[in-house]
């Protein structure tokens, strides 16, 4: 297993950058369209404008491919939430600029969020090493086990269930705004959603 993750990455890594492009904003574009069994291998080659054989040699398996591409975007968006945490020294001004920049990278990257809901099956997606997103999900766990360590956050269930919540609501306010077609931004309600969130995980005075 350690060796084939070893080939995948190096596969990868090999792989020309303006091409993995084409192929990523192929598959952002089909999978965010249709459901994941209704994209076919052939059509994210042409859509690329890559071979079909280029497209088996890197990722082996559609499966693979999504999942590659979703580690990308996630990938993105853990380096932002990294940025943005920069110098924010209060605790629930960190946590809500984490909250913000999630509403606003989905905000700016609508498709990456309709992939998810269209086309991503956690039951297989949680097979797959790409699951785990140890750079923003242990920077997430990290700033949440903080919070209880200060007895800011309430300790009446541990890090991984305040994980679920705050991912929770953040999850079902992007989908309903992209389902509802609105177009105001999700990011502009950001501080009184937040607010919501807050009295929910925060310790009682």
């Known amino acids: 297993m350690a060796s084939e ?3 995948d990455v190096l596969d990868l890594a090999l792989l020309d950058a303006g091409i ?23 059509e994210i080659a042409a859509a690329a404008n890559v071979s079909l054989q280029t497209i088996y040699k890197y990722y082996e398996s559609k499966e693979a491919l999504l ?20 110098g924010i020294e209060t605790y629930q001004d960190k946590l809500r600029k984490v909250f913000w920049v999630v ?3 989905f905000d700016h ?6 992939l998810i809901m269209s086309s991503v099956y956690l039951n297989t997606w949680s097979r797959n090493q790409t699951f785990r997103q140890p750079r923003l999900m ?6 949440l086990a903080e919070g209880r360590a200060q007895g800011i956050l309430t300790d009446e269930v541990d890090e991984k269930v305040l994980l679920d919540y705050f991912l929770g609501v953040m999850e079902r306010l992007v989908h309903m705004h992209i389902m509802r077609g609105e177009q105001e931004p999700l990011a502009a ?14 310790k009682p005075a």
Request: contains cysteine.
């Open 5 to 7: 993750k070893k080939r």
């Open 67 to 86: 999942y590659s591409c979703l580690d990308t975007w996630l990938g993105i968006l853990a380096l932002r939430m990294v940025d943005h945490l920069q």
């Open 109 to 114: 990257h609508p498709k990456v969020a309709q």
């Open 138 to 143: 242990g920077g997430l766990m990290q700033t």
């Open 20 to 42: 993995r492009t084409r192929i990523e904003e192929a598959v952002l574009r089909l999978f965010s369209e249709r459901e994941f069994h209704r994209v076919g291998f052939g």
């Open 189 to 202: 309600k950001a501080n009184v959603l937040f607010k919501m969130l807050w009295r929910a995980i925060a």
């Open 103 to 105: 509403l606003d990278f």
